[in-house]
């Protein structure tokens, strides 16, 4: 063979394994291109999934933030508003604890399931003594079951009285009348509910509140006259009207004895 033509074949087959090396090259850098898009690809959408998991949070921890401002501090808090316990058993009302010489004292307040309102004392757990007040006013010792405030109740024309043992009297009760509102007195009209008897006599003169039920063309209600057995009041109008149906109530506080 010719040397000359024998080196001449051997550089072709070079410039031809070169080309093909070239080629290859080419095509794993084409494949590498689009593998490293898709990764790409994939790394955003998971991105996005976790900025949308991140954003969720975020609306999680706003809204127990939100829910927690409007909850009492365990630590101790002001209230702006009523406390209201809902209390299913005897006593699961509110509580005050307070340790002394290593024994736990407290107080507890609650509405009983017999409807009254109770007040216990305890030590280490133990009732010790207790008040409970019950619907009609009576006032008894919660432990002992004994009466300590006894309450009669007397029930008249113009209201009911009820008599403390201890010599308080509260007589309550709601006047309606129908009267002439005509008396002129400054520019304005006056009429009266008047001689309206207690229930049970007071001792003395008692401490007197009363006010008018709605009505909008009534103006106001004064005391006129009050003793230990009656009280009359002034109604006021700024005109003048005949056969005017007026109700008031009334809470009188004083002694029986």
């Known amino acids: 063979m010719n040397i000359k033509k024998f080196i001449i074949n051997q550089l072709n087959k070079s410039d031809r394994n070169v080309n093909l090396t070239q080629e290859n090259l080419k095509q794993k850098q084409y494949k590498d291109n689009i593998d490293n898009k898709e990764k790409i690809n994939e790394i955003i959408d998971e991105l996005g999934a976790i900025d949308g998991d991140i954003s969720n949070i975020n609306n999680d921890i706003a809204a127990i933030n939100t829910s927690l401002n409007g909850k009492v501090s365990k630590s101790g808090d002001t209230m702006t508003g009523m406390?209201?316990?809902?209390?299913?058993?005897?006593?699961?009302?509110?509580?005050?604890?307070?340790?002394?010489?290593?024994?736990?004292?407290?107080?507890?307040?609650?509405?009983?399931?017999?409807?009254?309102?109770k007040v216990q004392y305890q030590k280490n757990g133990t009732t010790v003594n207790g008040l409970k007040l019950n619907e009609d006013g009576t006032i008894y010792n919660d432990k002992t079951g004994n009466q300590l405030i006894e309450v009669e109740k007397v029930t008249g024309t113009n209201g009911t009285a009820l008599k403390y043992?201890?010599?308080?009297?509260?007589?309550?009760?709601?006047?309606?009348?129908?009267?002439?509102?005509?008396?002129?007195?400054?520019?304005?009209?006056?009429?009266?509910?008047?001689?309206?008897?207690?229930?049970?006599?007071?001792?003395?003169?008692?401490?007197?509140?009363?006010?008018?039920?709605?009505?909008?063309?009534?103006l106001s209600a004064n005391i006129s006259v009050l003793n230990s057995n009656k009280f009359s009041t002034y109604i006021w109008k700024s005109q003048s009207k005949s056969?005017?149906?007026?109700?008031?109530?009334?809470?009188?506080?004083?002694?029986w004895k």
């Open 83 to 117: 406390l209201t316990i809902d209390n299913v058993n005897s006593f699961d009302g509110v509580k005050k604890y307070r340790t002394i010489d290593g024994n736990n004292y407290s107080i507890s307040v609650a509405i009983g399931a017999d409807k009254a309102g």
């Open 165 to 218: 043992s201890n010599g308080i009297m509260i007589c309550y009760g709601t006047i309606t009348q129908t009267i002439n509102i005509s008396s002129l007195y400054e520019g304005v009209y006056f009429g009266g509910i008047n001689d309206v008897s207690f229930p049970v006599i007071f001792t003395e003169t008692p401490t007197i509140a009363i006010s008018l039920i709605q009505n909008s063309s009534l």
């Open 243 to 255: 056969n005017v149906s007026v109700s008031l109530k009334y809470v009188a506080i004083g002694s």
